[in-house]
């Protein structure tokens, strides 16, 4: 948790741009967008992934902040995708829990390119 790069973040030791922000979560542009918005919700609590003890209380403030991002960014009339890749099959990349929101273009309507 020491080396957790979204900790860092969270606590403000690692510049990101903050898209939204309160005690529980916060939500900043990825550094490498798959889409013209690409946005990372974070539980501010460090858990490895959505199996890692996240709670109820937690994913409730993920989902109104989402609902915030897109408010943020216009996404709400045309829509967006949230992914949460979790373990290796995924290919989850970094062991604090988020969630990808992507939108900005259709994005189709499969789940995969
Ligand atoms: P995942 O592959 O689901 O674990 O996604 C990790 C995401 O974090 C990737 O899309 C990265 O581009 C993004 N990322 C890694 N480091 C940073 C950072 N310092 N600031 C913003 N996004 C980051
Ligand atoms: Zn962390």
Do not use: W
Request: with cysteine.
């Amino acid at each position: 948790m020491g080396d957790c790069i979204f900790c860092k973040i969270a606590a403000g030791e690692i510049p990101a741009t903050v898209v939204y922000e309160n005690d529980h979560v916060i939500a900043f542009e990825d550094l490498n967008p798959q889409a013209p918005v690409h946005v990372l919700v974070v539980p501010k609590a460090h858990h490895e992934n959505i199996l890692d003890g996240v709670s109820a209380e937690e994913l409730a403030e993920v989902v109104a902040a989402i609902g915030e991002v897109a408010k943020a960014k216009g996404l709400s009339e045309r829509g967006f995708r949230v992914i949460a890749n979790t373990g290796a099959d995924a290919g989850q990349t970094v062991g604090h829990v988020h969630f990808h929101v992507l939108g900005g273009t259709s994005l189709g309507e499969g789940l995969l390119p």
